[in-house]
Structure formats: structure tokens, C-alpha cells
């Protein structure tokens, strides 16, 4: 990866859109390099803590059901698969999954959790 830091503006009550938008006009190259998020309004300097506020915080609003693009399995309220009917949900389904992908991909790149949990075909 490359010595060069990618500087991430956000604020934190759009942190769903200011990150899709943010990640998805990035190359691959550029999502490997050393995450620098910054919140709106927030001082801090991100030496890992403010990274890994952010992971966890998207992951819950994109994990979140209530957005149509999951939702829980059969088996209980914890674990969550494709909903299925995301197209009507959303008509941009297929490149908010290309989005969540890209996420997953940079946490397990960049050592960070997120906040969601699958069914077990999904591993």
C-alpha cells in the first residue's frame, strides 16, 4: 500500500451517503492506503480510533433492515441474508452490494471489525 494517506471528510449524520460517495470515486490503489477519517465538526486526529469508529458505524446503517437491502434470516433476529425484494427497495441494489463488498473487503484489508453478522452460506 501506499504512503499516502487517504483523507475521508464525513459528516456523521450522512455517514451513508458521504461514504458511498467517498468510496465508490476511489480506485482499488486508493482504498488500500492508510485510512484518514475526519467527522465534521468533530476534532480528533485518527491514529486508528476515528477508522475504526467509522466501520462500525457504517456497518450498522448498512446492515440495518429497515433499508430494505437485508434482512434478518429465518433462524432468528441476529443474523442477516439478502433480502430477497431489495430491487424494490432500492433500484440501485446491485451497486449498494458492490458498496457493502468494497467495505468488507477494506475492513479485513485495514484490520477493522464491522457490525454484522450472516447466515452461514454467506462464509
Known amino acids: 500500500s501506499s504512503g499516502i494517506n487517504a483523507e475521508w471528510p464525513l459528516r456523521p449524520g450522512s ?24 467527522f465534521e465538526g468533530e476534532p480528533g486526529l485518527d491514529y486508528g480510533g476515528l477508522a475504526r469508529e ?25 443474523t442477516l441474508q439478502i433480502n430477497p425484494n431489495s430491487g424494490i427497495c432500492d433500484s ?22 464491522v457490525d454484522g453478522f450472516f447466515i452461514r452460506p454467506f462464509y
Not at 456497518?59 to 433476529?77: H, K, L, T, V
Not at 440501485?92 to 477493522?112: D, S
Request: proline letters at 1%.
Open 15 to 38: 455517514i451513508l451517503n458521504d461514504s458511498y460517495n467517498a468510496v465508490m470515486s476511489k480506485t482499488q490503489e486508493e482504498l488500500l492506503r492508510r485510512l484518514w477519517i475526519t
Open 54 to 78: 467509522w466501520f462500525y458505524s457504517l456497518s450498522r446503517e448498512m446492515f440495518n433492515p429497515y433499508y430494505g437491502m437485508w434482512e434478518y434470516s429465518a433462524i432468528d433476529n441476529y
Open 92 to 113: 440501485n441494489h446491485e451497486r449498494l452490494f458492490y458498496f457493502f463488498g468494497r467495505i468488507c473487503a477494506m475492513a479485513v484489508y485495514h484490520g477493522k471489525l
